[in-house]
């Protein structure tokens, strides 16, 4: 059974209450059962993981090197500057996917780089919570998916195969 790491950075354990226009109105601990469930029906196990400290994700993104066979990661506002969190997933060699609720490219200008895309093979945005759902789906099948549903997903990237791939 594959074993798969959902990691989500900080102020999004405030999803429910946080700007709900944006974000949506489901707290994280529905997302995190509903990304389970849906795993689970995939034949994937899941841990979770949420910090609003930059050093408690690298540890967390550390101790997954050889334990897990794929991480989808928010990485909320560490997104747009954390190089060490850049350097913490280009360190591990576990295939990482980006993933955000809102399409930060039609936000602020701030929002519209990510300094960690480049370390992952995919990047999956403005899809709401759907969209964890969708980067399961990469990192189980490739940037196709299972239903060859490419265009949900915009890779950092022109790189290798999702699943496994070099970077
Ligand atoms: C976010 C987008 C980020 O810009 C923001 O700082 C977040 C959430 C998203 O899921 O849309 O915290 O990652």
Redesign the pocket.
């Known amino acids: 059974m594959k074993k798969i790491l959902l990691m989500n950075g900080?102020?999004?354990n405030m999803l429910g209450v946080r700007d709900p226009a944006i974000?949506g109105t489901d707290t994280l601990a529905t997302i995190e059962a509903e990304f389970a469930a849906y795993a689970a029906e995939r034949g994937a196990a899941v841990d979770c993981f949420q910090s609003n400290h930059e050093g408690a994700l690298i540890d967390r993104l550390h101790e997954a090197y050889g334990c897990y066979d794929g991480i989808v990661y928010?990485?909320?506002?560490h997104?747009?500057y954390s190089y060490a969190l850049h350097d913490a997933v280009e360190t591990i060699d576990v295939p990482v996917v980006e993933i955000?609720?809102?399409d930060?490219e039609a936000r602020e200008e701030f929002?519209r780089v990510s300094v960690i895309a480049p370390a992952c093979i995919a990047q999956v945005k403005g899809l709401g919570k759907a969209g964890y759902l969708r980067a399961l789906d990469i990192l189980l099948d490739g940037p196709a998916g299972k239903d060859g549903a490419s265009e949900a997903a915009s890779a950092p990237a022109a790189e290798g195969p999702a699943a496994g791939g070099a970077r």
């Open positions: 900080p102020n999004l974000y928010n990485p909320g506002a997104t747009h955000h609720l809102s930060i929002r």
